[in-house]
């Protein structure tokens, strides 16, 4: 039995791995990012945790094509939008290219190439939008919200799953993977709330 036969052997099996590794990738890229952005977490380990992160992406990319098609997309929308910004992503990067690069050799991966470009283009559309309210302090909550929390590729997966190009347990990993993005990135903010109140203590 390959990892794949087992990982769709069962509906309970399937949603859980889905959601579980969707969870670890999400909540993994947002702590090498705060970790260089914010300073909220320590540099060296996101260096040690960006192949880990980057092994586990291809990985997860080679257990479907819709799995392909989702990571692939988020993947093309950082980098296209040069938010591969730090040197933890550039290791994660380089170790995704030659995963893709090794799973294409081989015929192991399979993209579902116009639900690719609709995927892309939501995530460029969420990075854009996530730019200008994080420059724009006057605007409608909704319109913040919308954007802070990335809301034009979640309803681009969905959308694509009721066509039934994929099964409802992509939206549920893909949900999986913002939820744990933004408990990381919340939690960071907590940190350096922290950090800031310390700091005016000594200070003080």
Known sequence: MTPTDFI?????????????????LGGG???????F????????????????IAIFWVFMMYVSGASA?????????????????????HVGAL?????????????????????????????????????YVDSHR???PAIRFFFEYRFVMKLFVLALAILGVYGFEYVLAFLGFDIAY??????????????KLNYKKVTI
């Open 138 to 140: 006057r605007l409608h």
């Open 69 to 89: 098609t989702i990571l692939g997309a988020i993947f093309l929308a950082v980098v296209l939008r040069y938010k591969v910004d730090n040197i933890g992503f």
């Open 182 to 195: 933004a408990t990381v990135g919340l939690y960071s903010d907590r940190l350096k709330r922290e950090l």
């Open 95 to 131: 170790a995704i290219v030659a995963g893709l690069f090794f799973l294409y050799l081989f015929n192991l991966i399979k993209f579902l190439w116009i639900p690719l470009i609709v995927l892309t283009i939501g995530g460029i559309l969420d990075e854009v939008g996530n730019d």
């Open 8 to 24: 769709f052997s069962s509906p309970g099996i399937t949603y859980s791995f889905l959601l579980a590794g969707y969870m670890v």
């Open 37 to 52: 952005d914010e300073k909220t977490y320590n540099k060296q380990l996101a260096i040690l945790v960006a192949p880990l």
């Open 29 to 35: 890229i947002k702590y090498i990012d705060d970790a």
